[in-house]
């Protein structure tokens, strides 16, 4: 069993106290926990994770927070101020994203992250072709997030996974045009997917959204707040917010690439008519008339504060910066693999990039990474590792780690070609395909860990 966090230095608490511990004494503790597990991720060796990165940004972000963080959004007679952050935070983020109000009215919704904002685009869709069509379904490819299927399982959505290029990364358009039917009520793209750091054709997506009469949501909670960047720094060609003829709904992470605090991500929609179709009304109700425009109640306004803050402190300019350093290193690091045969790029990627190797299980790399301090994200069919580059790894130094330690990872797993790979029992597919028992020993296992996540030893 996972040994229980810090058990071995600090009390574990199965109940509340009787008498409560001094602020002083509790303050010490968080700052000890904060300073040790920051280390994890400050020598820019973590893929993704932490976007910002800069302590001087977060302790503004915070002292932002620390205005509002006690009030309830709710209550906007009494904190009219969460009106002025939310409206100015939407009405960037459609504006970044190319939303055009000369044929529509564009609208968002600022949610908790990244898998609200898609849960509530697929709920908007069901709704708005509630009572024209019998089961809604929507059509995404095999790389879209994850939220998709759960938002799928949570609304009785049929998600249909349509298959990508296993070299370039990209959807199968074909199947996606022939299996639209009746009861699809909106296709998925991705820009840019989280595996590979490839964008989908949303061109052509958006296309057959409107030949088929039919809604298109990117999912731009990755690459929203960095993608118009790099479109204008010359890194990014294709196509793919709000302004590609078809596309009707995108969403984007404030608290990614946007650099503000976890917990938030704007959902946006090209016309105000969709977004209102999810807004939920109970007016009979005996403790009083409720409505509400999404599925949380009580927010604090210290969140749209501090995300509002980081973005009218940034600025286009400042974003424009960030972006320059992000994809400049994204762009060196992609070559600093390729420098070695056996190793591939997959697909088209942008500033996340997923590397495998036909010559030997890559997760010899990974292994020999960790040993040096390096933190990448695994993934399966095909095994392959990937990089989200984010501000760390613009600190002077890293690069040059990189490119030394990535080439003794190869000389090691070359070495080690025959020998079984220890993190690919972890994070690897399963040999020859999933099985229904691989599948149910896997979901025992996944189980076993979160529960263990969530229990306290004796």
């Known amino acids: 069993m996972v040994p229980f966090p810090y058990a071995d230095e600090y009390p574990i608490n199965r109940a509340l106290p009787e008498e409560g511990a001094l602020r002083s004494d509790v303050l010490a503790e968080l700052e000890d926990l904060a300073r040790r597990e920051d280390r994890t991720w400050e020598t820019g060796q973590c893929s993704g994770t932490m976007y910002c990165g800069d302590h001087d940004h977060y302790d503004f972000l915070n002292q932002a927070f620390s205005y509002f963080s006690h009030v309830n959004t709710l209550q906007r007679d009494m904190c009219p101020s969460a009106t002025k952050f939310e409206?100015?935070?939407i009405a960037m983020t459609l504006d970044l994203l190319g939303a055009d109000?000369?044929?529509?009215?564009?609208?968002?919704?600022v949610t908790s992250g990244g898998s609200a904002s898609i849960a509530h685009a697929v709920l908007a869709y069901r709704e708005a072709a509630a009572g024209s069509v019998?089961?809604?379904?929507m059509i995404k490819p095999e790389t879209a997030h994850p939220a998709f299927d759960k938002a799928g399982h949570l609304f009785g959505v049929e998600m249909r996974v349509a298959p990508v290029d296993p070299a370039t990364a990209q959807?199968?358009?074909?199947?996606?045009?022939?299996?639209?039917?009746a009861n699809t009520v909106a296709l998925v793209g991705s820009a840019c997917n989280y595996g590979y750091g490839t964008i989908d054709p949303i061109t052509e997506l958006g296309e057959i959204a409107l030949d088929r009469g039919v809604g298109l949501h990117v999912d731009g909670c990755l690459g929203g707040f960095?993608?118009?960047?790099g479109r204008e720094l010359g890194y990014v060609?294709?196509?793919?917010?709000?302004?590609?003829?078809g596309v009707t709904s995108m969403s984007a992470d404030t608290h990614k690439y946007g650099y503000a605090l976890k917990g938030t991500s704007v959902l946006c929609f090209a016309d105000r008519a969709l977004r209102n179709s999810q807004y939920f009304y109970q007016p009979d109700w005996s403790?009083?008339?409720?409505?509400?425009?999404?599925m949380d109640g009580s927010r604090s306004g210290g969140l749209l504060a501090a995300t509002w803050a980081a973005m009218v402190h940034l600025g286009r300019s400042g974003y424009r910066d960030y972006a320059r350093h992000i994809f400049e290193t994204a762009a060196a690091m992609q070559r600093a693999v390729l420098?070695?045969?056996?190793?591939?790029?997959?697909?088209?990627?942008s500033f996340l990039f997923s590397f495998t190797s036909d010559d030997f299980d890559i997760y010899h790399v990974n292994d020999f990474l960790r040993t040096r301090g390096w933190r990448l994200n695994g993934q399966q069919y095909p095994n392959a590792l990937h990089m989200a580059v984010t501000r760390p790894q613009t600190q002077p130094g890293v690069l040059e780690r990189w490119r030394a330690d990535l080439a003794d990872a190869v000389d090691y797993a070359v070495a080690h070609a025959d020998d079984p790979a220890q993190s690919g029992a972890i994070y690897g597919g399963v040999a020859g395909g999933p099985t229904s028992e691989s599948d149910d020993i896997i979901r025992f296992f996944m189980a076993d860990m979160m529960d263990q996540q969530q229990s306290i030893p004796d």
């Open 226 to 229: 960095i993608l118009p960047f």
């Open 171 to 181: 959807v199968d358009l074909d199947w996606v045009r022939d299996h639209v039917d």
């Open 87 to 89: 409206a100015e935070i």
């Open 237 to 245: 060609d294709a196509p793919f917010d709000l302004s590609v003829p």
């Open 287 to 294: 403790g009083g008339k409720y409505c509400s425009p999404g």
């Open 339 to 349: 420098e070695h045969d056996q190793l591939r790029i997959i697909g088209s990627p």
């Open 134 to 137: 019998g089961r809604a379904n």
């Open 101 to 109: 109000s000369r044929s529509a009215t564009p609208a968002g919704l």
